[in-house]
């Protein structure tokens, strides 16, 4: 009796802790619930329900992500997908509506830097986030928990394949099968328990074989409900850290080489070569999406061609506003590091999207020695303003406000050096109009705005460019 009495008072007080500190509407999601403790949070937890709604039995799992210091969103997948019925696609791509969210929520709230959100789940929740990690490009998010998994998901319509999720429909409204993806970047956890008779779990078991970074936690005594905490908890806990603990060591590792501790807070990629040590460096601004697998794999071939490169995170670098001038004082120390350390004498700059609107600000800011280091700026998609922070609206596709800066006056500014700009040919090339400069070029490339995923003709394409 008194074992009892401890673990109600225990659950009780894990529950106060979740206290909803705020409701809201947002897009396609509809009515969100947030919880979060006293603290300002370090983590945050995309939480999608199962087809019973944001009931007692999912707010009781997300007082626990609160109680280890994690602010939860709260999502109905009912709502969700009732709305998501409403859009017009032709398939499914969740994986963007829950990137805007963890943006615009991590901007309302706040946060003092920009985290890679964890997408957790129950019962059809947990598919769905399964589905969302598998088709989301690399590093969008940091991971997901599945609990009480199944691989089939009742929609209309299927989940676009993105970054390789593919699925085939299971008869006529009887709704659509995810499966294995074998691909897979960011861990995907299942708590599942072993006297599930809802999603059976010696099927799951096999299934997540097949799948790389996936992981299945047993579950002794736990059907589908998941109502005595005991008997997953501590194993929730568990996931929770070790996805936490990889997630800080591959950031410690994506900035192992510098070691100025001024640099070490930059967020950065570094990609050695040593196959030409007579090609330059480069040195890469992002998109406002961050480092994903765009620009993972645009960075390996340029590596693979005999060029290291130093990658900026445009998320997370941006995600507090900077200046042109505090921007460039970054770089400058950053190129000077890498350039020593790597022994290139020259330099070649590549901004993507956001990260082509910032460069020649940049540039036209860099002392007169740095400069003469730099034989190509290479500008990807660029916009005729830019802004050195990262702005809600953005997030929600709405029409953009007037930016500080003019890119197009800008780029007219550069003296003395060979500028590209490069765009997909389902883009429309926004600068060309207002381009005087003659240093500056132009070529079209097939594809939206991830040009194919063509990264070996995008490399030749500016290697051509910087070496006449």
């Known amino acids: 009796m008194r074992f009892k009495l401890i673990l109600l008072l225990f659950i009780v007080s894990i529950s106060a802790k979740a206290h909803v500190s705020d409701s809201l509407q947002y897009g396609v999601f509809g009515k969100l ?141 009887k709704g659509f099968y995810l499966e294995a993806i074998t691909t897979l970047q960011e861990p995907f956890v299942a708590l599942q328990g072993m006297q599930d008779q809802v999603c059976d779990f010696k099927t799951t078991a096999s299934y997540l ?42 950031t410690k590792n994506s900035n192992e080489e510098v070691n100025e501790s001024q640099l070490k807070e930059l967020p950065i990629h570094a990609i050695s070569s040593t196959s030409n040590p007579e090609k330059p460096m480069v040195f890469l601004i992002t998109g406002d999406g961050g480092y994903t697998s765009f620009d993972q794999a645009f960075c390996k071939e340029l590596a693979d061609s005999g060029m290291p490169v130093v990658a900026l995170d445009a998320l997370k670098y941006f995600w507090n506003e900077k200046t042109p001038a505090s921007t460039t004082a970054d770089v400058e120390k950053l190129i000077s590091f890498f350039k020593s350390k790597w022994q290139r004498d020259k330099v070649i700059l590549i901004g993507y999207s956001f990260g082509a609107d910032a460069f020649p600000f940049i540039y036209n800011n860099l002392n007169k020695t740095m400069r003469e280091s730099v034989n190509l700026l290479a500008m990807l998609s660029p916009a005729t303003e830019a802004d050195f922070e990262i702005h809600i609206t953005d997030m929600l596709s709405l029409p953009r406000g007037k930016r500080q800066y003019d890119v197009s006056a800008e780029v007219n500014k550069i003296k003395n050096l060979k500028v590209v700009c490069i765009y997909g040919s389902e883009e429309e090339p926004e600068i060309k109009s207002e381009i005087m400069n003659p240093e500056v070029s132009f070529i079209t490339v097939p594809g939206g705005h991830h040009y194919n995923n063509a990264y070996k003709e995008l490399v030749n394409s500016i290697m051509q460019k910087s070496e006449k």
């Open 33 to 173: 619930k947030i919880y979060q403790s006293g603290t300002a949070p370090k983590q945050l937890v995309l939480f999608i329900s199962g087809d019973g709604g944001w009931n007692q039995g999912v707010i009781d799992m997300a007082a626990n992500f609160v109680a280890m210091d994690a602010m939860v969103v709260g999502i109905d997948i009912r709502s969700y997908l009732k709305n998501l019925q409403k859009t017009k696609s032709a398939c499914y791509y969740p994986a963007a509506d829950f990137e805007n969210l963890s943006k615009f929520i991590q901007k309302q709230y706040h946060y003092k830097n920009y985290v890679s959100p964890l997408l957790a789940g129950y019962s059809s929740g947990a598919t769905l986030v399964y589905g969302i990690l598998s088709q989301s490009p690399a590093n969008t998010f940091s991971g997901a928990i599945a609990l009480g998994f199944c691989p089939d998901i009742q929609i209309d319509k299927q989940l676009c394949t993105g970054s390789g999720l593919k699925s085939h429909p299971l008869g006529k409204g």
């Open 209 to 250: 074989k097949q799948i790389p970074n996936a992981k299945l936690i047993p579950l002794q005594k736990v059907g589908h409900g998941y109502s005595v905490q005991k008997n997953w908890v501590p194993q929730l806990k568990e996931a929770f850290t070790e996805i936490n603990v990889k997630r800080q060591t591959q």
